[in-house]
């Protein structure tokens, strides 16, 4: 997906994998990326992945991701995967990732909507619907925990989210054709789901569990291009 969108060599490149966790992704990347750096705020997680996940092109750090060591315009690619909805400012994340690109660079993105029917990690049918009072009961209740962690986003707050890069949207692609992406398993129960008409499935978007987009900021001088 980031070759087709990218569209020239990989191995040039600088990527940063943000909310790296034990270095399972950043891995992956270094087999096609110049460099690769993983960052997380969970130190055993980093401290494991420096330990076990290391490459000759990999670096591991303890970083938070909203405000990160690196100086502007560092990175040809910035990986935000199943992360925004767990940090306490998501707009600061953004905010980051769109200092830390290069103009046209790119961010790959994937996360969760609010609206999806299933909540993925819990997995409590129309968790993340309710308000945060009645999410903490409903955790308690299903003795899942003690209260609701996550932070999840609608389809229109994502955009709104990255409204400063320009979206290129995988999420219906990805499903119809699961095996040019590597994601058979994951989309196994709905594979169904692709097949269906276009202008159904766009219907359907907003209730999507899982969005999947690439975000490129803009060249300077586009009109998107901040301040």
């Known amino acids: 997906m980031v070759y087709d969108f990218v569209g020239q060599e990989l191995s040039g490149l600088r990527c940063l994998d943000i909310g790296c966790s034990i270095g399972v992704i950043s891995s992956v990347l270094a087999e096609s990326f110049g460099s690769v750096i993983g ?17 000759s092109n990999t670096c591991f750090i303890i970083a938070d991701g909203m405000q990160t060591p690196f ?26 990732v769109y200092r830390l690109l290069k103009p046209g660079g790119v961010c790959i993105f994937s996360g969760p909507n609010r609206l999806a029917f299933v909540e993925d990690h819990y997995g409590l049918p129309f968790l993340s619907w ?28 994502l ?9 290129q949207d995988y999420t219906l692609p990805m499903l119809r054709e699961p095996e040019k992406y590597r994601i058979e398993d994951e989309v196994k129960g709905v594979a169904w789901l692709g ?22 900021k803009p060249e300077r001088g586009s009109d998107l291009t901040r301040g």
């Open 71 to 96: 100086p502007t315009e560092t990175f040809e690619v910035v990986v935000c995967a199943q992360c925004y909805e767990h940090v306490a400012d998501a707009m600061r994340l953004s905010d980051e």
């Open 195 to 216: 097949h269906l008409p276009d202008w159904f499935l766009r219907i359907l978007l907003v209730f999507a569990p899982n969005y999947n987009w690439i975000l490129r």
């Open 159 to 167: 955009r709104n989210l990255w409204k400063n890069l320009e979206i």
């Open 130 to 157: 309710l308000p945060r009072s009645l999410a903490n009961a409903y955790i308690r209740l299903a003795k899942r925990g003690q209260s609701y962690e996550v932070r999840p986003l609608t389809y229109w707050e």
């Open 39 to 55: 960052i997380d705020l969970d130190a055993p997680s980093v401290r494991w992945a420096q330990k076990n996940s290391a490459r």
